[in-house]
């Protein structure tokens, strides 16, 4: 088994900067490639953001790009999602997702997710 848990969401302002982690537990002796996902109120989870086991690959939303950049510190077994230039249509719930497979990750099929972290950006 393996556990996500997310941390750093909070309250900013248009314009501000925020930056998430998902520390992974368990089975962390494998190399997972993770994804981060968000859903605001009413909508669907939508993709966000994904970085395979070995940093080779990234993949960002159209939305996102150039905004947002995902990283990972394998010695903390964390991976991070920075945001900067937030806008009030970023606000939404926001998860982390691990999987072997880094396709599984991008397509929102991960085998494992976090709970979530709220991240609310004001105008």
């Known amino acids: 088994q393996v556990q996500l848990a997310e941390s750093g969401g909070g309250s900013v302002q248009a314009g501000g900067s925020l930056r998430l982690s998902c520390a992974t537990s368990g089975r962390t002796a494998r190399r997972y490639s993770v994804g981060w996902f968000r859903q605001a109120p009413g909508k669907e989870r939508e993709f966000v953001a994904a970085?395979?086991?070995?940093?080779?690959?990234?993949y960002y939303a159209d939305s996102v790009k150039g905004r947002f950049t995902v990283s990972r510190d394998d010695a903390k077994n964390t991976e991070y999602l920075q945001m900067n230039s937030l806008k009030p249509e970023d606000t939404a719930v926001y998860y982390c997702?691990?999987?072997?497979?880094?396709?599984?990750?991008?397509?929102?099929?991960?085998?494992?997710w976090g709970q979530g972290t709220q991240v609310t950006v004001s105008s």
């Open positions: 997702t691990a999987d072997t497979y880094y396709t599984a990750v991008v397509n929102g099929a991960g085998l494992y």
């Open positions: 970085i395979s086991w070995n940093s080779t690959n990234t």
